[in-house]
């Protein structure tokens, strides 16, 4: 009981606390840390050239799509307006007026004003509101207006303080803060009849719809001017506005009003449905005080807060439910009733009835699936499996977890996968009887049948299972497909009916059951068009979508083709919940389930992706043009501008030098380091999904490193060649240090060497002396021998003569006597081989060189030279050789020709020269 009551106060909290918000556009935030500038935007309006441009303080912005810019005047003064006409964005700020525009990626300010007297020193005077009207621009204050036709500047004072200017049917008129409204006649002005209502109000905007003009004040709502007099607008919503506070008003083309408040944030009033939307704090805005209202080319809205900026989406094919409070948790499953929506999410089970949720009793804890069959609805739930019919809920199993039901595609039958296997629904009017398939207990995911008595079952984990049962539902087999097929990663098996086929998503890769070989195979057709795919969600036989590399894909079937159609990623980043994302389908919408909320997107929508692609690159902060030379080691940042903001933004890829892969473009952004030098490409891409199609490109050059410079290798040319000759010189230096110790040590060496040569000379000189001396001696003792022989000889036969003479008287014995004396001191043959093998011995050295030089000499003949070096005379040497001096001259004359002497050169000295 204690339980029960505790359920009930809880459910009874929950219902009086949650505040449901209808669906709304999608909300782009920038607060200052975004865009560094000051709070306040008083101003919005989108360029020629696609940018929005905002009026912020001291700030001029610009912004992209890529990147933020700010700017300020010279003087430094509060931007409160601006106008864009073509290149040219007029702004108004305190005592000052002009235009900016853009050169080089830079925004510059012509001062229309300057050095013109046109304000009052004593009043506090700022261009509040900038507009055109028949040629000329008017800058108009809270005392004057200022008339410009693009030479002159006139100046119309006024007696009372304004608040805004308006044309209205080719005529201007003046807002006064307390006098009402007043019409402009040249420099006259008057009040119309029967506007007296708007004095002691304040108009903050008058706007033309269906020919008729609305009239927006401060506090006491919106008036209608007809027949030349107001009528306050009949509609519940301008009471609401009066207590609002209207700050901002203006019409979009689609017939919608949007209407910017002072603390209620923005209304977005639709004619065609008579309903409004409200955007505020509570929801998705961040501050409730609208100050200005923008437009896009898409028609979108942008809205100046007092305290940052919103992009709101108000004509893009996507809407949001926001549960900001956390109360719904994540939404797993959500579905459309008569009244409003049924939703299931991980804290139970809620309806949404008059602009409010409720949980439905007894249905807290996680709930899995909502499926619409005829017209109840059947809630898959951790406690079972619920019926829910006109708001009443009944219980119709108790089986845990149903996690999704799907129909069969040969009958009515449908299945739902649980905790603990597989019920099957034979009747659909009668759900309350359900059948189990037996000796199937798994926790199964997804469940399919295209075959009777043959369903697919995919595991919670891993495994895809082929079962086969009789009519009564009892188990024939059971084959583990994906083990069968030797498919090593099977986790997380997806199960996609399509057009009667079931195919199953393993791993990324599409398979088909080949029921021959009892094996899965891979799909040809959907591999081929569906890469990359994790994770696949049918609506019907023509729609379904994917998740290709985390990007969501609606892909409509069209014949035999399919048209890709991009969810961008903004929508629903980092809230996508995985291997559980759900699709309810409600005529030609569908509703998709997030984290804290769920999307409502059109089936008929098709996003036509803006191809037309501009390519802004920056270089230290400057403006390049295509083929440019940027510096080496330096960043390059590429701004990818589409000029689009809303659900048309196309999604971008780039490739640089032809690499192979695609690499995503973050937020418009790609920032390029460490290029090497020289050429690059860069390419850009837009992805539908399924092809990648050329919309842009960027050529530039990487100089070469500053060490590589002209100057640089010219200035190491230098160093090098002053290196090099220094070098030389050095080494030269050196070499003829080298060479002087080399000469001095030579001439050390040398002085040395001639020392010894010296030394050895006089020793060789003093030994060729002294063997020169032994040859003379020797020579000389021969000849001193020979001659003391000869002489000897001589002597002995002259006594030995003068002794015969002396005895012998007979002249007969006398001769006789003298004859045999003349014999016998003849030198005996014994005593002559002593004497010239003595010769031979002192001479040897001679005779050898004679007989190399001359080998035809006799023995005789070298006998000859021998004598004739001695020196001795023709008549000495006669005896010696045994023969007559006339022997001895013709001998010598044989000799000289075999020394082939000629008659000028002398015998002896050339003997002697040997």
């Known amino acids: 009981m204690k339980s029960i009551l505790l359920k009930l106060f809880f459910f009874f909290f929950i219902a009086s606390q949650i505040q449901a918000q209808e669906l709304l556009p999608f909300v782009e935030n920038y607060n200052k840390s975004d865009y560094q500038g000051d709070n306040q935007i008083w101003n919005v309006a989108q360029g020629k050239d696609n940018a929005m441009y905002f009026a912020n303080n001291h700030y001029l912005l610009r912004y992209d799509g890529v990147m933020w810019e700010k700017y300020t005047l010279p003087n430094k003064t509060i931007i409160r307006s601006i106008m864009i006409e073509?290149?040219?964005?007029?702004?108004?700020?305190?005592?000052?007026?002009?235009?900016?525009?853009?050169?080089?990626?830079?925004?510059?300010?012509?001062?229309?004003?300057?050095?013109?007297?046109?304000?009052?020193?004593?009043?506090?005077?700022?261009?509040?509101?900038?507009?055109?009207?028949?040629?000329?621009?008017?800058?108009?204050?809270?005392?004057?207006?200022?008339?410009?036709?693009?030479?002159?500047?006139?100046?119309?004072?006024?007696?009372?303080?304004?608040?805004?200017?308006?044309?209205?049917?080719?005529?201007?008129?003046?807002?006064?803060?307390?006098?009402?409204?007043?019409?402009m006649d040249g420099s006259k002005i008057s009040n119309p009849k029967g506007w007296n209502v708007l004095k002691n109000t304040v108009v903050h905007a008058i706007e033309k719809y269906n020919d008729k003009f609305y009239i927006f004040t401060q506090k006491k709502g919106i008036f209608i001017i007809e027949n030349n007099g107001l009528k306050p607008w009949n509609n519940p919503l301008n009471e609401t506005l009066k207590a609002a506070t209207i700050n901002i008003a203006k019409f979009i083309k689609t017939n919608k009003l949007v209407v910017g408040t002072g603390n209620r944030g923005v209304f977005i009033y639709d004619f065609n449905t008579d309903t409004y939307k409200n955007i505020d704090r509570s929801n998705v805005l961040m501050n409730n005080s609208i100050l200005s209202i923008g437009f896009d080319k898409e028609n979108d809205l942008w809205l100046g807060l007092d305290n940052g900026i919103a992009h709101v989406e108000v004509n893009s094919p996507i809407s949001f439910f926001y549960d900001n409070s956390g109360t719904l948790g994540s939404i797993y499953s959500v579905a459309t009733t008569n009244k409003g929506y049924l939703i299931a999410s991980n804290h139970g089970v809620f309806e949404f009835d008059s602009g409010k949720f409720k949980m439905i009793p007894n249905t807290q804890g996680q709930g899995w699936n909502i499926t619409k069959i005829n017209e109840k609805y059947i809630i898959g739930h951790n406690d079972g499996t619920f019926s829910y019919d006109n708001g009443f809920l009944s219980k119709i199993n108790k089986v845990s977890g149903g996690w999704n039901l799907s129909k069969s595609s040969i009958n009515d039958t449908y299945f739902q996968s649980t905790y603990s296997g597989v019920l099957v629904y034979d009747n659909p009017l009668d759900l309350t009887k359900y059948k189990v398939i037996n000796d199937f207990t798994k926790p199964i995911k997804y469940v399919a049948q295209n075959k009777k008595n043959e369903i697919w079952a995919a595991d919670n984990y891993r495994g895809l299972y082929r079962v086969l049962y009789d009519d009564n539902?009892?188990?024939?087999?059971?084959?583990?497909?994906?083990?069968?097929?030797?498919?090593?990663?099977?986790?997380?098996?997806?199960?996609?009916?399509?057009?009667?086929?079931?195919?199953?998503?393993?791993?990324?890769?599409?398979?088909?059951?080949?029921?021959?070989?009892?094996?899965?195979?891979?799909?040809?057709?959907?591999?081929?068009?569906?890469?990359?795919?994790?994770?696949?969600?049918?609506?019907?036989?023509?729609?379904?979508?994917?998740?290709?590399?985390?990007?969501?894909?609606?892909?409509?079937?069209?014949?035999?083709?399919?048209?890709?159609?991009?969810?961008?990623?903004?929508?629903?980043?980092?809230?996508?919940?995985?291997?559980?994302?759900?699709?309810?389908?409600?005529?030609?919408?569908?509703?998709?389930?997030?984290?804290?909320?769920?999307?409502?997107?059109?089936?008929k929508y098709e996003n036509k992706q803006n191809t037309q692609i501009k390519v802004e690159a920056f270089n230290d902060g400057n403006l390049i043009p295509d083929d440019s030379k940027i510096k080496y080691n330096t960043e390059l940042k590429i701004n990818v501008i589409s000029g689009i903001y809303g659900a048309s933004k196309p999604n971008l890829f780039y490739k640089l030098n032809n690499s192979k892969d695609f690499s995503p473009i973050s937020d418009g952004l790609i920032v390029l380091?460490?290029?090497?030098?020289?050429?690059?490409?860069?390419?850009?891409?837009?992805?539908?999904?399924?092809?990648?199609?050329?919309?842009?490109?960027?050529?530039?050059?990487?100089?070469?490193?500053?060490?590589?410079?002209?100057?640089?290798?010219?200035?190491?040319?230098?160093?090098?060649?002053?290196?090099?000759?220094?070098?030389?010189?050095?080494?030269?230096?050196?070499?003829?240090?080298?060479?002087?110790?080399?000469?001095e040590e030579l001439k050390h060496q040398r002085e040395i060497l001639e020392m010894e040569l010296k030394a050895e000379n006089e020793l060789n000189i003093q030994e060729y002396e002294k063997h020169i001396l032994e040859l003379e001696l020797q020579t000389k003792s021969s000849e001193v021998a020979g001659k003391s022989l000869s002489i000897a000889k001589q002597s002995e036969m002259i006594e030995n003569i003068q002794s015969i003479l002396d005895s012998e008287k007979d002249f007969n014995k006398l001769k006789s006597e003298i004859k045999k004396a003349i014999k016998i001191n003849e030198v005996n043959k014994h005593e002559w081989e002593i004497f010239e093998t003595n010769l031979n011995q002192i001479h040897n050295e001679f005779i050898i060189n004679l007989s190399k030089k001359f080998p035809n000499l006799t023995p005789k003949d070298i006998k000859l030279c021998v004598y004739l070096k001695m020196n001795l005379s023709s008549k000495e040497i006669a005896p010696m050789m045994n023969i007559s001096f006339r022997g001895v001259e013709l001998h010598r004359y044989r000799l000289r020709k075999k020394l082939n002497l000629s008659q000028e050169e002398n015998l002896s000295k050339f003997l002697l020269s040997l």
């Open 673 to 743: 380091n460490n290029l090497s030098s020289g050429y690059h490409s860069m390419v850009v891409y837009k992805h539908d999904g399924a092809n990648y199609d050329k919309v842009s490109s960027f050529e530039f050059k990487v100089a070469q490193p500053w060490y590589f410079s002209f100057w640089m290798i010219l200035l190491y040319l230098l160093i090098i060649g002053a290196v090099l000759f220094f070098y030389y010189k050095w080494n030269k230096l050196r070499y003829m240090q080298k060479l002087k110790l080399q000469a």
């Open 86 to 183: 073509g290149d040219k964005i007029y702004s108004g700020s305190y005592k000052e007026f002009g235009y900016w525009y853009r050169k080089d990626g830079k925004m510059r300010y012509v001062s229309i004003t300057k050095n013109l007297r046109l304000f009052d020193e004593k009043d506090n005077e700022e261009i509040w509101k900038i507009f055109r009207f028949n040629g000329s621009i008017y800058f108009q204050s809270f005392n004057d207006v200022f008339i410009y036709d693009g030479k002159h500047i006139q100046k119309i004072k006024f007696p009372f303080l304004i608040s805004y200017c308006f044309v209205i049917n080719k005529n201007v008129y003046v807002a006064s803060v307390e006098k009402g409204l007043f019409k």
């Open 473 to 603: 539902y009892k188990t024939k087999k059971i084959e583990n497909v994906t083990q069968q097929s030797k498919i090593k990663n099977d986790f997380g098996v997806k199960i996609f009916e399509f057009r009667n086929e079931i195919l199953f998503l393993i791993n990324n890769s599409w398979y088909t059951y080949n029921s021959i070989t009892n094996k899965l195979e891979e799909n040809e057709l959907f591999n081929e068009n569906f890469k990359n795919v994790s994770d696949v969600i049918g609506i019907d036989e023509d729609h379904f979508m994917v998740l290709q590399d985390g990007i969501l894909y609606h892909i409509y079937v069209k014949g035999n083709k399919f048209v890709w159609n991009i969810i961008q990623e903004k929508y629903y980043k980092g809230k996508l919940i995985n291997d559980n994302l759900r699709i309810f389908k409600n005529k030609n919408h569908y509703l998709l389930n997030l984290d804290d909320g769920f999307i409502s997107l059109q089936l």
